[in-house]
């Protein structure tokens, strides 16, 4: 049986410790999400209280349509904006649209996992991540980070595929410039 309906069904059950396991499982994507958005850890940890008891409150709507990470990855995402909005913090750089997405299809040769592993370059590489605006952060950073790939990407952000692409070739863009002003040449 899917491990997702196990849970789920345990935790609708009131099955003891069922939600807790639930919680313990997905925090940490629920942590990441909010806080590349939010990147204030106090307003952080309240969202993602807030998100879990959404979670709670609205896990009998669940329709196992995808997984329950990406659906709680969803939740979190949308708490998450409702608080940037209310804050009234732009998510992506406006100077941006209107561009298409031809580019995507070519490598921007820009290797982000190789100078996250450089231990020299990963102190520039999170002020260059840190720099940019919460919704290229937080796509870079759940792909490249947390290894989720474009279509679970899109289920939690709601995103066409393609315009995820495109915050990903334009943020590496951004990422290999910035890092060039600051070391110099690289690879």
Same mark, same amino acid.
Not at 162 to 181: D, V
């Given at each position: 049986m899917n491990p997702d309906r196990v849970l789920v069904d345990a935790v609708l059950a009131r099955r003891a410790g069922a939600f807790e396991r639930l919680v313990a499982e997905h925090q940490g994507l629920c942590w990441h999400i909010i806080q590349r958005l939010v990147r204030h850890p106090e307003d952080t940890r309240e969202l993602c209280q807030d998100t879990f008891l959404r979670v709670h409150q609205y896990l009998h709507q669940f329709r196992f349509e995808?997984?329950?990470? =990406?659906?709680?990855?969803?939740?979190?995402y949308a708490v998450a904006l409702r608080h940037l909005e209310k804050k009234q913090v732009p998510l992506a750089d406006? =100077?941006? %649209?209107?561009?298409? %997405?031809?580019?995507?299809?070519?490598? %921007?040769?820009f290797d982000l996992e190789a100078a996250?592993? %450089?231990?020299?370059?990963?102190?520039?590489l999170r002020a260059a991540i840190d720099a940019l605006p919460p919704l290229p952060r937080l796509v870079l950073t759940l792909y490249h980070l947390d290894e989720l790939t474009i279509p679970e990407i899109a289920q939690i952000s709601r995103l066409p595929p393609g315009t995820i692409k495109s915050h990903l070739f334009r943020s590496r863009l951004r990422l290999r410039e910035l890092l060039q002003g600051r070391l110099g040449d690289m690879p």
């Amino acid at each position: 049986m899917n491990p997702d309906r196990v849970l789920v069904d345990a935790v609708l059950a009131r099955r003891a410790g069922a939600f807790e396991r639930l919680v313990a499982e997905h925090q940490g994507l629920c942590w990441h999400i909010i806080q590349r958005l939010v990147r204030h850890p106090e307003d952080t940890r309240e969202l993602c209280q807030d998100t879990f008891l959404r979670v709670h409150q609205y896990l009998h709507q669940f329709r196992f349509e995808s997984s329950l990470k =990406s659906w709680i990855g969803r939740v979190a995402y949308a708490v998450a904006l409702r608080h940037l909005e209310k804050k009234q913090v732009p998510l992506a750089d406006n =100077s941006l %649209d209107g561009e298409t %997405d031809v580019i995507l299809q070519e490598s %921007d040769g820009f290797d982000l996992e190789a100078a996250w592993a %450089d231990a020299e370059l990963r102190t520039h590489l999170r002020a260059a991540i840190d720099a940019l605006p919460p919704l290229p952060r937080l796509v870079l950073t759940l792909y490249h980070l947390d290894e989720l790939t474009i279509p679970e990407i899109a289920q939690i952000s709601r995103l066409p595929p393609g315009t995820i692409k495109s915050h990903l070739f334009r943020s590496r863009l951004r990422l290999r410039e910035l890092l060039q002003g600051r070391l110099g040449d690289m690879p």
